[in-house]
């Protein structure tokens, strides 16, 4: 199938409607697996789905130089977007530590721009909101890249209002990635409303909550030590298991529609508006693939309401992130 082109912002960033998470073939869940990882970036060329997620800190580093060497020859058939803003010292991430000073801003940029083997950078996003930097500061350094043809598009980061609207001022941010799907919304309570007003996309990660929402999930302490599952609250304990019959409601469409569950998780943010472009991240083609073909799938208004319904936030269990995580976010 070919994936239809949805618009992020409007500076004229275009991109297929369903984009590829790189940070799986790297780290957080299981093994790597280079040979299958660069068969799922060259399979997605193949597909339309030409939006690849990667970031500085995935890996740190690894994950960018695989996409360098698997994407050799086909850089113009596909829009990377990457992120600074994590404190990195000798190649390791600092806790949750951040450094967006202009000169960790260019000196991030010209890793990045080495390790993915390209002269420019579609989209770049600030990883997370540094509150020692005045957000001014990051916006005019970002722009000064863009002029400078090193960086083609402005991104933000699981950013809140006022931080948009302070980096929007200064220069036009194209897209918010931020986390969003059936079972983290988030985003409902202004954020949304703040990015359509100013005409900016959404780029939602974790679309499927980390697997969750696919139904190919075990409890916290069955996946292995390193896999980020094992420390994921939502997983954990009496948590696991009000989440499991939340996300019921995902299994009862998809056997009437004839689809995946995570095809119809999918669906449901499709479905949220035009300059939606959910980045479900995996290592494997099979994966790819049924998530690619989510975009075929249509669900109906009283589906999109039974959903909305079931997985309302009070029905979800436990939060999102540990606290250490969440103190990182701009809410």
Avoid at 89 to 95: H, P
Avoid at 241 to 257: F, L, P
């Amino acid at each position: 199938m070919s994936l239809s082109r949805r618009k992020l912002g409007n500076q004229g960033l275009t991109v297929g409607s369903v984009g590829l998470g790189c940070m799986p073939m790297s780290q957080s869940y299981g093994p790597a697996d280079e040979g299958e990882s660069i068969a799922t970036l060259r399979r997605a060329i193949d597909l339309g789905c030409d939006f690849l997620d990667t970031a500085e800190v995935y890996g740190p580093h690894t994950n960018e130089a695989l996409l360098g060497r698997a994407l050799k020859g086909s850089r113009e058939k596909v829009v990377i977007a990457t992120k600074f803003g994590f404190k990195l010292k000798d190649g390791k991430q600092i806790g949750a530590q951040t450094d967006s000073s202009p000169a960790a801003i260019r000196s991030a940029v010209e890793g990045s721009l080495q390790r993915l083997q390209t002269d420019y950078i579609d989209l770049l996003y600030q990883h997370r909101v540094d509150r020692a930097v005045p957000m001014e500061d990051v916006a005019g350094t970002v722009g000064q890249l863009v002029k400078e043809g090193k960086v083609r598009y402005f991104g933000l980061s699981e950013a809140g209002v006022a931080n948009i609207r302070r980096a929007h001022a200064v220069h036009p941010v194209s897209a918010l990635q931020s986390e969003y799907s059936l079972w983290e919304r988030n985003l409902e309570d202004g954020v949304i409303a703040t990015l359509r007003e100013l005409k900016i996309g959404l780029v939602p990660f974790s679309p499927l909550g980390r697997g969750f929402l696919t139904g190919a999930v075990k409890r916290a302490e069955d996946y292995p030590q390193g896999d980020y599952r094992r420390g994921d609250p939502r997983y954990q304990g009496e948590n696991f298991d009000v989440n499991v019959k939340a996300a019921s409601a995902v299994q009862t469409i998809s056997k009437q529609i004839g689809a995946t569950r995570a095809q119809v998780a999918l669906a449901w943010l499709l479905a949220k508006g035009e300059d939606v472009v959910p980045i479900p991240g995996t290592k494997r083609r099979a994966y790819l693939e049924e998530n690619v073909a989510a975009a075929a799938v249509r669900l109906d208004a009283g589906q999109m309401t039974r959903l909305d319904v079931a997985m309302q936030p009070g029905n979800i269990a436990g939060p999102r992130y540990a606290a250490s995580i969440m103190a990182t976010i701009d809410r």
